[in-house]
């Protein structure tokens, strides 16, 4: 079943409102209750002296009232006499200018000194809560990531990027060598003369950034296993989780979860939107209901990071005020997000946050409730939630997808260190090609290139641009196809081009050899012959050798005739940045050829499946009328499915 959550802030608000708050949140169907991961400096005003006496008393009321807490650690804000004593904590820019007090996130995850500090309060925290009957979780910080905070270039990450790089080369003459320090006359004596890739006259080798974003990523880890330790040891039975950010790459997640017991995110439709590369129109097309596959994917790829236990634990209320601008979704989009996130296996939505504040930086942001303590919309779209959950069966998880489509950090951090075209951004194309999936009804699993590949029928690589040998040997073991987009394989560990040439160790499934790589201007289209049909396309383009069957070639006065799209039984490459139409057309004909079926849905709609259930959603402002061919039970909602619509259906055959 779906069950919902909220996140109190009980330290921004008059203590006589407590227990009115917890019985309201009780009778509205609320169960978990996230709190207090910002309460550092009300828990210790100034050093060493600590009252908990509030938290005490907010955690007994929320208990004693029927809700379960998440209770969390308070290290993403450390404060202000911390900090004056400690200055060398806080992170540098990459101007080189440091970050200053004031907001949040105000930390260097490189900084021995605040691992400490964190590790001491975390403690203190964990030693107090963590066998409190009313806490059954825990979340670790906030955000990681958040306000661009992993990468800092502060003495403390320069002292410890040159260890990381110790541990990782052991001689010189690996880290020389791996970083091509050859060219422009850029050799290493000694690891002490490395510095961070900032302030540079042009940019740096690329393989000097790519190991500035391992480095930065495993000190996130590491900082994040800190915390696990003390609260496995201090919280026993109690379920471990951190807040991730949609789209958010800066470090890997997989690794960073391995020891979480479940995976949450937090879900802003709107301000992705708004930060999205999207033309205004196409914004304004989806002003108020977001864009349908942006949170579905985030969704997906945190199922994955949780190994199968997800929770959203921060949902958007109504309009937020981080975005360049902030737009209220249509009424009914939380109602369609939180079915949304369950139908993708979401298991628990929490609400952000429970009462709009007063003050301070987010007093624009809505809530479940207004300032003045009267319901606002999202109030009765949870009311309608909790009234819906009550006609679904209980015991519905989502199954393994036929379709596997691999996000890959690294290689994420490829692209940045040398994205070559200034419009490749492997995030967009990721994203793009689940679009396209999604536009045809079918489930996808996001996996890491680590992930089991027994039961799907293809995995999808839209921008895996790091060469994974150990992948192309599972595949080469398992009945899987395969599709790969540009670039894939294109780069070794260190980040040079393979002696084979790219795909790299992929070119042991497909008889191919990139020979040229180019970049081009959106105003430069490429025409592309596909199923006899003429198509634009435009970013990148490769010209390969092959002898292997050529699905569709380049036409124009520049190597026409050239592959654009190369298969064999196993394995398909296409040599052309997809996007558009000629992406759904290769993608609906990449379907057939692993013999998954599909429906074209209309433009507003998206289905997916949670165990025997099928979910459907209409994102758009019109009534649309569902062509159900199967004999299906309706459980809510109806086959002409209103706008901002959903229609949950068993099926029965
Ligand atoms: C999140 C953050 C919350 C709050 C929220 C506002 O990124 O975790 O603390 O700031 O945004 O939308």
Redesign the pocket.
């Known amino acids: 079943m779906l069950e919902l959550g909220v996140c109190y802030y009980p330290e921004q608000c008059s203590r006589d409102l407590w227990v009115e708050d917890a019985q309201r949140m009780v009778e509205l169907g609320i169960k978990w209750v996230r709190i207090a991961e910002f309460s550092w400096s009300e828990v210790e005003k100034t050093p060493n002296v600590f009252n908990w006496q509030w938290l005490d008393e907010v955690i007994d009321i929320l208990g004693e009232a029927g809700l379960d807490v998440v209770m969390s650690t308070p290290t993403a804000a450390p404060p202000k006499w911390l900090v004056d004593f400690n200055p060398d904590i806080l992170p540098v820019d990459e101007n080189g200018v440091t970050r200053k007090f004031g907001a949040r996130r105000h930390y260097c995850f490189s900084s021995e000194k605040y691992l400490e500090f964190s590790k001491s309060i975390a403690l203190k925290y964990a030693k107090r809560y963590g066998q409190n009957k009313y806490v059954k979780a825990w979340q670790i910080d906030?955000?990681y990531g958040?306000h661009d905070t992993i990468l800092s270039y502060s003495e403390n990450a320069e002292r410890a990027f040159r260890i990381w790089l110790k541990k990782r080369y052991h001689t010189l003459d690996a880290l020389n060598e791996a970083w091509g320090t050859s060219f422009w006359s850029m050799n290493y004596n000694q690891f002490d003369e490395v510095e961070l890739p900032n302030n540079l006259v042009e940019e740096p080798s690329p393989t000097h950034l790519l190991d500035f974003y391992r480095f930065s990523s495993d000190q996130v880890c590491v900082y994040n296993q800190a915390q696990i330790d003390i609260l496995r040891e201090n919280a026993p039975g109690r379920k471990i989780t951190h807040?991730f950010?949609g789209h958010h790459s800066a470090f890997d997640h997989y690794k960073l979860a391995e020891n979480l017991d479940f995976a949450s995110w937090?879900s802003?439709p709107m301000g992705a939107l708004i930060h999205s590369n999207l033309s205004d129109e196409e914004k304004n097309k989806r002003l108020r209901t977001g864009l349908p596959d942006q949170p579905a994917f985030n969704h997906d790829l945190y199922r994955h990071v949780g190994k199968g236990n997800v929770w959203v634990m921060?949902q958007q209320p109504g309009p937020?005020?981080?975005a360049e601008y902030n737009q209220s979704p249509a009424d009914g989009m939380i109602r369609l997000w939180s079915w949304l996130a369950y139908a993708h296996g979401v298991d628990v939505v929490c609400y952000?946050r429970w009462r709009q504040v007063k003050f301070a930086q987010?007093q624009f942001?809505a809530a479940i409730l207004l300032p003045n303590g009267q319901p606002d919309q999202v109030f009765y779209e949870i009311q309608q939630i909790v009234e819906e959950r009550k006609l679904l069966p209980k015991d519905q998880s989502r199954r393994q997808a036929k379709i596997g489509l691999v996000y890959d950090y690294q290689s994420r951090w490829c692209n940045e260190a040398l994205p070559q075209g200034q419009d490749y951004s492997s995030a967009i194309i990721t994203s793009d090609w689940y679009s396209a999936l999604s536009k045809l009804g079918v489930d996808v699993d996001v996996i890491s290139p680590d992930a089991e590949l027994d039961g799907y029928e293809i995995i999808f690589l839209p921008d895996m641009m790091l060469d994974n040998d150990k992948f192309v040997k599972r595949v080469q073991n398992a009945d899987v196809k395969l599709f790969l987009g540009t670039r894939v394989g294109s780069k070794t560990e260190n980040m040079h081009i393979p002696d084979q040439l790219p795909p790299g160790s992929f070119g042991q499934l497909i008889d191919l050899k990139v020979i040229r790589v180019e970049s081009l201007p959106p105003y430069a289209k490429q025409i592309v012959v596909f199923n006899e049909k003429e198509y634009e396309a435009s970013g990148w383009r490769e010209s390969v050798k092959t002898s292997e069957k050529i699905l569709a070639t380049y036409k124009g006065d520049y190597r026409n005739g050239g592959a654009a799209l190369v298969g064999n039984e196993k394995i398909r490459y296409s040599s052309v940045k997809l996007e558009g139409n000629l992406l759904n057309d290769v993608i609906k004909d990449t379907l057939s050829w692993a013999n998954i079926d599909y429906t074209k849905l209309h433009e507003d709609i998206r289905v997916t499946n949670r165990g025997d259930l099928t979910f459907t959603f209409n994102f758009g402002n019109e009534a649309v009328a569902l062509d159900i061919l199967n004999e299906h039970e309706i459980l809510f909602g109806s086959n002409e499915i209103e706008p901002i619509g959903v229609m949950v259906r068993r099926n029965i055959s």
């Open positions: 906030n955000e958040d807040n950010m937090d802003y921060e937020v005020n981080w952000f987010e942001h």
